[in-house]
Structure formats: structure tokens, C-alpha cells
């Protein structure tokens, strides 16, 4: 029988495995900790026994206990909405003035909006409704195609420029620019005059030369004073909320070849209790007529 090695340094024996001169310590775990993973393994056998675990081609083993988490939810889902079905019952047979005027079925109609929106709306408004770029704040009383209950309906029902409803809401701004209606020195000019509608800085001259040149092309849809008009959806100029920004160039390019958003028409993917439920949680916001 080979002596066994002990290590100078740390007083153990080595296994007598050694690589490029490093020799291996005889240094075996705790037994604690032996049994330890030990216990983790049964219980791992156990767990696939029991439980839903191992996945097949198709599916997976359903398990002893024949537990799934999937049945769990779908059942709390269930009974969820068998708690709420007369009460989306009352909103859909309800108007949205009725709605408004019950304090109950206002309430739950807040709440059910907030969780529609945040499935359906907050990817581009925000989760605070502020909006953005190109998106519209809902908390503002800046409208583009008012702010009351029914306007806010008809606006989730068919959207805005929604190619595949016939009833959605539609408005386009020519491209003064690109379409060569107006030439660059007179899209600076009406980018001035904009501006000075706004109360922003401007070229003065340029603002002077724009005004003429903004009521033959403008007005007729952003009115006179740049007050906008919803029943075409065209903006309102003179305040301090812009959709693409409020500098000169952001102005001019708007003008040169417009940008046109879209928002999808909610009718055939939602109910009309779920879109009603957004309705009242939108015009809740602050911003409702």
C-alpha cells in the first residue's frame, strides 16, 4: 500500500491526482452539506412526481397532485368575471352621462378604464397619459377632436386615420413643401408667424411677410388666430402644446411635408363596455369637457 502524501503547507493528504505540478488536497465537503444536497435531490424527484415538471413534445407531465398554476388563474379569472358581469351589464346598457352621474358605476368604470389602458394605450400615451412626440397628452384640455364623453367614444371606437374603418376620424395637412405650394423662403416666413402667434421668438420682418401668406393657406383650417378647429382636427397654434416640437425648423419641416399620426379604431378589438370603461377613466384624467 502507497504511503500517502501530506501537504507541507496545509498539513492534509492529497488524493494523488496532480496537473502541471499542482497537487490535489484531500479536502472533503461537510457532511451537513453532503446531506444537504442530498435532501435538494429527493426533493427534486419528488417535486417532478408531483407537479406539472417535465416537458414533452406537446405538453408537459401533469403530475401526481394534477396541480396547474395556468388552472388557478383561469379559475380566479373566471370568477372575476362572474363578479363584474352586472356591472359591465349596467355600463353597456348605460349612457356614458349615466355612467357619470352614478358614483358606483362611475367608480368601477375609473378603475376598469385604468386597466384597459394600460393594456391598450399606454404604449403610446405614457403611463401617466402625458403622451409625447407625436402623442397626445390626456391630461391637458387640448383637444384635436374635443374632450367631452362623446368625443373621447368616438374617437376610441374609430380612431384617427384608421384605414380599415369607414367612420374614423380623418384630416390631412398639405405638404406646402414638398408638393411645391409654397417655396422655402415663405415656409420660413408662415414659420415666424407661427411662432409669433405662440408668443415664441420669431424674425419680426419674417413674421410680417408670413401673416398674409398664412391667412391664404392656413387659417381656413387653424383659424384666424391660430385657435385650431376640432372638426377637422387641426391644431391650435397659439398655445404651448405641439405635437413636433415649437423651434423654427421643427415648425418649417412640419410645414414643408407634415407628419400625420394614426391611432388604431378599438371597435372590433375591445367591447363596448371596455371601451366605454375608457371613455369615463380618460375623461377623468383632468382634461375631459
Wanted: charged share 25%; proline share 4%; hydrophobic share 35%.
Amino acid at each position: 500500500m502507497a504511503e500517502k502524501e501530506i501537504d507541507q503547507i496545509s498539513g492534509i493528504e492529497t488524493t494523488g491526482h496532480e496537473w502541471d505540478g499542482i497537487k490535489e488536497l484531500n479536502n472533503p465537503l461537510p457532511r451537513w452539506w453532503l446531506w444537504t444536497f442530498y435532501a435538494t435531490v429527493i426533493w427534486a424527484v419528488g417535486y417532478c412526481i408531483a407537479y406539472p415538471a417535465i416537458p414533452l413534445i406537446t405538453s408537459a407531465t401533469s403530475g401526481f397532485l394534477g396541480y396547474s398554476s395556468r388552472a388557478e388563474v383561469a379559475k380566479e379569472i373566471t370568477e372575476a368575471k362572474a363578479a363584474q358581469a352586472g356591472m359591465l351589464e349596467k355600463i353597456s346598457a348605460s349612457s356614458l352621462e349615466d355612467i357619470r352621474k352614478d358614483p358606483e358605476l362611475l367608480a368601477f368604470a375609473v378603475r376598469g378604464g385604468l386597466s384597459a389602458y394600460k393594456v391598450n394605450c399606454v404604449q403610446c400615451h405614457g403611463s401617466g397619459a402625458a403622451g409625447g412626440g407625436g402623442y397626445p397628452n390626456l391630461n391637458d384640455d387640448d383637444w384635436l377632436w374635443g374632450g367631452s364623453l362623446e368625443d373621447i367614444h368616438t374617437t376610441l371606437k374609430h380612431g384617427i386615420r384608421f384605414q380599415w374603418d369607414e367612420d374614423t376620424r380623418t384630416s390631412e395637412m398639405p405638404a406646402f413643401g414638398r408638393d411645391e405650394l409654397l417655396d422655402t423662403a415663405q415656409i420660413n416666413d408662415v414659420s415666424d408667424y407661427v411662432l409669433k402667434l405662440a408668443n415664441l421668438e420669431h424674425d419680426q420682418a419674417g413674421a410680417e411677410r408670413g401673416a398674409q401668406i398664412y391667412q391664404e393657406n392656413c387659417a381656413v383650417c387653424h383659424g384666424e388666430k391660430g385657435e385650431g378647429d376640432r372638426e377637422q382636427g387641426a391644431p391650435n397654434l397659439n398655445d404651448a402644446i405641439w405635437f413636433y416640437g415649437n423651434t423654427k425648423p421643427e415648425i418649417a419641416r412640419q410645414i414643408h411635408t407634415p407628419r400625420h399620426g394614426v391611432m388604431p379604431g378599438w371597435q372590433n378589438r375591445l367591447d363596448e363596455a371596455t371601451i366605454k370603461q375608457l371613455t369615463v377613466y380618460v375623461h377623468s384624467l383632468g382634461g375631459g369637457e
